[in-house]
C-alpha cells in the first residue's frame, strides 16, 4: 500500500531565509507527486506536480521540488521565505483505485514565518 | 467563480443525526473525490465517483457514507447516525480525467462539521 510521510510535524523559519519541506513516499509503481499548501478556512491549493520528464519541478509562488528516486522522496524548496507562506504544506502521491486516480496524503507540515 | 464550491462551510449537529454536505465541481471534471481532513492525521479519501458510477473507498465504517451524484457536477455526502469522532473538515475535490493521465484535483474549501 502506498504512504506519504512528512516527518516535520512543524517548522519554524525567519522571513528570507531559505525552507524545504521534507516527504518521503512508498509506493510500488512510478508515482505521481504533488505538494498542496492550505491556509486556515481554506481548502488546499495546489502547488506543484511530478508526473515525468525533468526531476526538478517549479511551481507557483516560487516553490520548487525535486524527485528522487533513489531516496523515495519529493522535498519541497524555497530559496527565501515571505510571510505570507506561513500555511500547512501537503505532500501527495497519486495512486490508482479502479478506474480513478486519488491521493494518498501525508499529515502535513505547519510552516510558521517569524518576521 | 469557476472553482470547487461547498457548503455550508460549517455543520453542527446532535451525535446520532444524519448531515448531508453539498460539493459542486468544476463543470466538465469527471472525477469527484471526498476527503476527510482531521488534525494531525492529514487527509483520507471516503469516496470517489466517476462519472455516474459510485465508487466507495473502504476503510470508513460501512454504510454510515455514501455519496450521491444527482447532477454531473454536484456531489452529495451523506453522513448516518453521526458519531463524534466523525468531527473533521470535508474536502470536495474534481479532476478532469478520470483513468490514469496525472490530472491534477482542484479542492474546495471545504466544510468543518462538529458533532456535539
Known amino acids: 500500500a502506498q504512504s506519504v510521510t512528512q516527518p516535520d510535524i512543524h517548522i519554524t523559519v525567519s522571513e528570507g531565509a531559505s525552507l524545504e519541506l521534507r516527504c518521503n513516499y512508498s509506493?510500488?509503481?512510478?508515482?505521481?507527486l504533488f505538494w498542496y499548501v492550505q491556509s486556515p478556512g481554506q481548502g488546499l491549493q495546489l502547488l506543484l506536480k511530478?508526473?515525468?520528464?525533468?526531476?526538478l519541478v517549479q511551481g507557483i509562488k516560487g516553490f520548487e521540488a525535486e524527485f528522487k528516486r533513489s531516496q523515495s522522496s519529493f522535498n519541497l524548496r524555497k530559496p527565501s521565505v515571505h510571510w505570507s507562506d506561513a500555511a500547512e504544506y501537503f505532500c501527495?502521491?497519486?495512486?490508482?483505485?479502479?478506474?480513478?486516480?486519488?491521493?494518498?496524503f501525508g499529515s502535513g507540515t505547519q510552516l510558521t514565518v517569524l518576521p | 467563480g469557476a472553482g470547487v464550491s461547498q457548503s455550508p462551510r460549517y455543520k453542527v449537529a446532535k451525535r446520532g443525526r444524519d448531515v448531508a454536505l453539498r460539493c459542486d465541481s468544476i463543470?466538465?471534471?469527471?472525477?469527484l473525490y471526498w476527503y476527510r481532513q482531521t488534525l494531525g492525521q492529514g487527509s483520507e479519501v471516503l469516496t470517489y465517483?466517476?462519472?455516474?458510477?459510485?465508487?466507495?473507498k473502504s476503510g470508513r465504517p460501512s454504510g454510515r457514507f455514501s455519496a450521491e451524484r444527482p447532477e454531473r457536477s454536484v456531489s452529495t455526502l451523506k453522513i448516518q447516525r453521526t458519531e463524534q469522532g466523525d468531527s473533521a473538515v470535508y474536502l470536495c475535490?474534481?479532476?478532469?480525467?478520470?483513468?490514469?493521465?496525472?490530472?491534477?484535483?482542484?479542492f474546495g474549501d471545504g466544510t468543518r462539521l462538529s458533532i456535539l
Open positions: 475535490a474534481s479532476s478532469f480525467g478520470g483513468v490514469d493521465d496525472g490530472q491534477p484535483q482542484h
Open positions: 509506493y510500488g509503481a512510478t508515482p505521481y
Open positions: 511530478y508526473f515525468s520528464g525533468d526531476t
Open positions: 501527495a502521491v497519486g495512486t490508482l483505485s479502479g478506474s480513478a486516480r486519488q491521493l494518498t
Open positions: 463543470s466538465g471534471h469527471v472525477t
Open positions: 465517483s466517476q462519472s455516474d458510477a459510485q465508487r466507495d
